[in-house]
């Protein structure tokens, strides 16, 4: 996408320098077969930065190319300022990047402790600083630090995971489809600790197969297609684009014509009600009343669960 300036790359990103910056990179697994065809991405310092787009789109191959797992062929990659393009995985992490992958996250043999302390295997002095911080966070694994990780359930090996990357104190974590085979009310608490480390200063950036929940938390995203930027924004403005909705988010355009219409009824309502013509109320209550909530939510409010019943784990999406 080399004609179109940076602004319309990464519409609705700060001005300044980026924390990360991928520039119209070219990357993939086979000799001659790019994954990833010209694609770009920002993140600047605080940020939460969403990648969505259709299976086979290359959010996963991107994601690993940013930590050093897959060949960057073309194209450059800056960590504040720095040339890191093609560094090792593990030079990466002293340099402040981190990377949470979708399975094989954990060690199953090590207990929750051994987990974490493998996340400063480098810098082993500071466990001791860094183990209580990433408890205060998820204060469910101080609890059950001497159970072996191979024992937890999926949410809570996702725990681990990302407790042990933030060991190594990043600036930059990268979460690799963090709701995948959890049950619904475990990929919303998935959703919560991501904005919850965020909030505590670490820039994320997010690949997520659960499109609309991944526009709900971040700041900006970015779509792709085809191992190129479709399409970039701000993740509400992205919910409500007619193209984005139509192309990429499935059933989302159901859910928002659900909203329109309850939203046409209310008004309807009103303006019955200010005419003296409002008729059975009660009724016009039970119809908005028994409809969805909301899509969008403020920051400030907790994610609701898509589903009310906490059922068991699904299997993982088959990967890119």
Known sequence: MSTETAQDLHRGAPSGTPLLHADDLYAGYLPGINILQGCSLVLHPGELVGIIGPNGAGKSTL???????????????????????????????????????????????????????????????????????????????????????????????????????LMAEPSVLLLDEPSAGLSPVRQDEAFLRTRRINKAGVSVVIVEQNAR????????????????????????????????????????????????????????????????????????RAVVDSSDEPVIIDDADPIEPEHAVDGGETQPRDKE
């Open 63 to 165: 994601l690993k190319a940013l930590f050093g797992l897959v060949n960057i062929r073309e194209g450059s990659l800056t960590l504040k300022g720095e040339d890191i393009t093609n560094k090792r995985a593990d030079v990466l992490v002293r340099k402040g990047v981190g990377f949470v992958p979708q399975t094989n996250n954990v060690f199953p043999s090590l207990t929750i402790e051994e987990n974490l302390q493998m996340g400063v295997f480098q810098t082993p002095k500071q466990f001791a600083k860094r183990v209580d911080a990433v408890f205060d966070m998820f204060p469910e694994l101080g609890k059950r630090r001497r159970q072996r990780a191979g024992a937890l359930s999926g949410g809570e090996r996702q725990m681990v995971a990302m407790g042990r990357a």
């Open 213 to 284: 929940r991944c526009l709900q938390i971040c700041d900006r995203a970015y779509v792709l297609d085809q191992g190129r930027n479709a399409y970039s924004g701000p993740g509400r403005e992205l919910m409500n684009d007619p193209k984005v909705i139509e192309l990429y988010l499935g059933t989302l355009a159901a859910d928002v014509e659900a909203e329109e219409a309850q939203a046409t009824e209310v008004v309807g309502a009103v303006e019955a009600e200010e005419t003296g013509t409002l008729g059975d109320l009660d009724a016009q």
